[in-house]
């Protein structure tokens, strides 16, 4: 990765990884998401800016409905991601990983382009391997798990169609 990327990506993860982020960020960072989106048609996410970005597009595990989510994400090869459920450090794991749980099958849009993806939840064979090759993009970024005081779940999202 070209070091500019990675200067910007080691000051992106350790703002994001502050108790300020933490606190407010659940709070501020929705609203700014949509707005930005809306503004672009849903082919920019305002976190797009400075990292991988996608909307997750789940079906609700209680609700049946469908639920999107702008998410961070690690590419993984041409075509694979990786997300995280870190839910900002918090103790609870975020209702987009519940959902993958209940519905593997789901969507993704990355520059407003919606692709058909199998969510799995990595498993504990691979995980060191995985958190490896994530803290290769994102240096630190385990440090979600650290605080959070639980096992974060990671997803690789593989295309369908």
């Known amino acids: 990765m070209p070091s ?18 933490r606190r407010f960020g659940p709070t501020i960072m929705p609203p700014l998401e949509r707005g930005i989106a809306r503004l672009t048609r849903g082919r920019t996410q305002m976190s797009g800016l400075l990292v991988p970005s996608l909307v997750l597009h789940s079906i609700g595990a209680k609700s049946g409905l ?10 993984e090869g041409p075509d694979r991601m990786l997300v995280t459920g870190s839910n900002f450090a918090r103790d609870s794991h975020p209702a987009w990983t519940v959902n ?35 803290e290769q993009q994102w240096p630190g970024y385990r440090g979600y ?11 690789r999202l593989t295309p369908t169609g």
Not at 100 to 125: F, N, Q, Y
Request: positive net charge.
């Open 4 to 21: 500019p990327v990675r200067g910007v990506r080691i000051v992106v993860a350790s703002f994001s990884r502050t108790r300020f982020f």
């Open 66 to 75: 469908e639920r999107d989510t702008a998410l961070m994400y690690c590419p």
């Open 100 to 134: 993958l749980l209940a519905h593997p099958e789901a969507a993704v849009s990355v520059h407003g382009r919606r692709i058909p993806v199998h969510a799995t939840l990595i498993g504990d064979d691979e995980r060191e391997d995985v958190w490896r090759f994530i």
């Open 145 to 155: 798990e650290r605080a959070s005081g639980r096992i974060l779940r990671i997803f």
